[in-house]
């Protein structure tokens, strides 16, 4: 079996090609099972801080946030990391890519991430980030479509369920 592995430049063309012609972002259908497997780093964490930049050919508008990790289901991460995102707003100039996650400040949240080149991502887009409210996880995954066509399914369940099953895909 093998790994296609894409780097930020990649997604970012194909993310940008396929936003451009519709509202909605078409990426593949990844269910808990395939974020688990395909997860580099899984951790529970609350969004510390962010700082919002132009990249290096001034084109793109990346978004790095930092997440305080509060408990590690998946990989070896320090007690900070920075996972980026496409997209923000630096001045009058404002970039929003369809089913990109979102944060806020303190936020708390589970994070499927993987590595895009040089920069941690999160897994799937808005499918691989769960925000913790109430005891309770849910993804937001409006502006994603899928190549089947078929209407995405937003997850939403106790997190100690979420991270019981979890737990049960990694030690298959």
């Known amino acids: 079996m093998t790994t296609k592995h894409f780097s930020l430049t990649s997604l970012i063309c194909l993310v940008l090609l396929i936003a451009s012609n519709a509202?909605?972002?078409t990426v593949e259908r990844?269910?808990?099972e395939d974020l688990v497997k395909k997860a580099r780093t899984i951790v529970v964490g609350r969004v510390a801080g962010s700082r919002t930049y132009w990249n290096a050919n001034r084109k793109l508008?990346?978004?790095?946030?930092t997440i305080t990790v509060d408990?590690?289901?998946k990989g070896e991460p320090s007690g900070s990391m920075t996972v980026t995102t496409i997209g923000g707003k630096i001045g009058d100039v404002e970039l929003h890519v369809s089913g990109m996650p979102l944060f806020q400040q303190g936020?708390?949240?589970?994070?499927?991430v993987e590595q895009s080149g040089?920069?941690?991502t999160v897994l799937g887009l808005a499918q691989g980030k769960f925000t913790v409210t109430n005891g309770e996880v849910a993804n937001r995954i409006g502006g994603?479509?899928?190549?089947?066509?078929r209407p995405g399914n937003p997850l939403r369940m106790p997190i100690n369920t979420f991270k019981a099953q979890i737990r049960n895909f990694l030690n298959r």
């Open 30 to 32: 990844l269910g808990l």
């Open 107 to 112: 936020e708390s949240a589970v994070l499927f």
């Open 61 to 65: 508008i990346l978004t790095d946030y």
């Open 23 to 25: 509202h909605a972002t």
């Open 71 to 73: 408990e590690k289901l």
């Open 144 to 149: 994603l479509s899928y190549p089947d066509g």
């Open 118 to 120: 040089a920069y941690q």
